[in-house]
């Protein structure tokens, strides 16, 4: 008798009939939830994502812009799967915002990087003094 008055009075207080009427990953939020099976594929994915390009650059084969490529493409691939695997993102969760701010950031991500690396080489071009005249000029060449 005691035990049905708490489970009522949880029942109430949690705003739900029973907790098994609806399913376990319907929070009714529209988000997705992962598996297990989701979860290993991610990881799976971001190991050999990861592993590959480490393989490249300790093998030394190519060259240093061709690994530095390669890296990038595959970064950038790791970090799809890791939206979709582990952090669930798809352009039907919460009604498209997700990936609104998802794309936002993107383009913020790519402003800021594009301006840092501009600033970067013309800092660089514009007021490192010239190596080579300067070896040059002193007889070590």
């Known amino acids: ?8 009075a949880h029942e109430g207080a949690a705003g739900h009939g029973r907790h098994n009427d609806h399913g376990h990953g319907d929070h009714g939020h529209g988000a997705p939830h992962g598996s297990r099976r989701g979860y290993l594929i991610g990881f799976g ?3 050999l994502l990861t592993a590959v390009p480490f393989a490249v650059v300790m093998a030394g084969g190519v060259s ?18 890791h939206m979709v695997y582990f952090l669930h993102m798809n352009a039907k ?8 701010a998802l794309i936002f950031t993107a383009i913020l ?11 970067m080489y013309h800092m660089n071009a ?4 010239d190596m080579d005249a300067m070896m040059r000029s002193s007889g070590g060449m």
């Open 1 to 8: 008798m005691a035990d049905a008055k708490v489970r009522d």
């Open 45 to 47: 994915l971001s190991v």
């Open 64 to 81: 240093q812009s061709m690994a530095a490529a390669i890296c990038m493409g595959f970064a950038l691939v790791q970090i799809v799967v």
């Open 93 to 100: 969760s919460e009604e498209g915002w997700t990936m609104m």
């Open 109 to 119: 991500v790519v402003i800021a990087l594009t301006g840092t690396l501009w600033v």
């Open 126 to 129: 514009n007021m490192m003094p």
